[in-house]
Every structure is written in C-alpha cells, then in structure tokens.
C-alpha cells in the first residue's frame, strides 16, 4: 500500500463543475503540498498546508490532521484547468516529500 | 520569481553511454533534489543535497550519482545508461526552512 493515495486516478467534467480531488495518507507528515502539472512536464505549487484551509482563486485545499486527509477543490472548473494534479506529504522533521500517482483531470466545454 | 532550469528538455542516448542532467536554481535555496517520474509510480526521489558537497540518496540511487560543486547547481549522473532509466527527470530546489519545493520543467530521457 503507498503512503500516499490519491483518488481518482481519472476525472473528467463539463465545465463550471465543482471539482474534488482527495489525498489520504499513511505517514507523520509536517505538511501536504499540492501541486499541478500541464502536459510538457512542469510542475507547479499550488498550496503547502498543514492545517486548516487555504483558498486562492478557484482553489481550495483543505486538510483534517487527525483523519490523515486532504482535499483539493476546483469551483467553476475551466478547460484551462485539465492538468494532473499531485499530492506529495512532507514527512515529518525530514525534508522529503512522499507523492502520491496523481490524478489526471480534463474538463471540456 | 524562483527559477529552477534544466540543461535539456529531451535528451537521446544509447545504453552504456555516461549521461549528465544539469539543473540550476537562482535563488539561493540549500536543498535540492533529483526525482524521476514514471507512470503509476508517480515521482520517487533519486538524490538530494542539503548543501554545497552534501548529498543524500533518496528512495531509487541505484545506478545514479550527483554532485553539487556550487550551491546553484546540482547535477545528476548516469554512469551507464540502461533501458530502464528512460523517464522523466524532475529537479527541484527548496529553502531549508520552509520546505516548499520549486520543481524545474523537467527532462525527458529516452536510453536506446
């Protein structure tokens, strides 16, 4: 079993569809990253928290410490959004990050 | 903004050949890591270095090494491609404290 698992492995939606992506992991984490990767290759940060709730634009990650789960929320999903996204635990007093396989999410018009 | 670059985006080479992938990063950050991605397997780390000279092997180092001379630049060697080192390579660098890593846009190595 991985340390992090992610679901689903493969999400499509209409567009302007609320979007949620979950993470659940086994492992002491500091914090949770997530993070979004386009066609190409690149990898880009949405959010690290290790608490709580963080929103920016569209986005919302939030996460429950004791149930070892996070979510990532798209509202107003846009075809812009398709894209894979990551969860990675940052394992506790350690500076390395556990990822989960992704989820791959397209939205279409 | 941080900047984190890699010598090539797509690189070709044959079995037994020695393979370097060269990362940069402009903003002074201490860590520095060195990932390959493969499908259904997600990213798994290879090596990191917290500091200039320092380096500590990930979860995969197997047929892998790396150096980092200058604090900028952290450099990932294959001693003898094989077939099974075809990935997606990822560099990424973080400050020490705040754990956020900035991930370069990758490279795409096909060992024929």
């Known amino acids: 079993k991985n340390e992090v698992e992610q679901s689903p492995q493969n999400l499509t939606a209409q567009e302007g569809e609320f979007i949620t992506i979950n993470c659940s992991y086994s492992?002491?984490?500091?914090?949770l990253h997530w993070l979004q990767q386009h066609p190409g290759g690149g990898i880009v940060s949405l959010f690290m928290?290790?608490?709580g709730k963080k929103k920016h634009g569209r986005l919302i990650a939030t996460i429950n410490i004791q149930e070892k789960h996070s979510s990532l929320h798209i509202t107003a999903s846009h075809p812009r959004d398709s894209a894979v996204y990551i969860c990675?635990?940052?394992?506790?007093?350690?500076?390395?990050?556990?990822f989960g396989t992704g989820t791959r999410l397209q939205v279409f018009p | 903004d941080v900047k984190v670059t890699q010598s090539s985006r797509y690189l070709v080479k044959r079995t037994g050949e020695k393979v370097f992938l060269e990362c940069v990063q402009d903003m002074d950050h201490e860590n520095m890591f060195w990932y390959r991605q493969d499908p259904g397997l997600g990213l798994r780390l290879i090596y990191f270095s917290y500091d200039v000279k320092m380096k500590e092997k990930g979860d995969i180092p197997e047929g892998y090494s790396v150096s980092r001379e200058k604090k900028e630049r952290f450099s990932l060697i294959l001693e003898s491609a094989s077939t099974n080192q075809t990935s997606m390579y990822l560099c990424?660098?973080?400050?020490?404290?705040?754990?956020?890593?900035?991930f370069g846009p990758g490279t795409r190595l096909t060992v024929t």
């Open positions: 990424a660098s973080s400050p020490r404290w705040t754990y956020e890593q900035y």
């Open positions: 928290l290790s608490s």
């Open positions: 492992v002491g984490i500091s914090a």
């Open positions: 990675a635990a940052l394992v506790y007093n350690t500076d390395k990050l556990i």
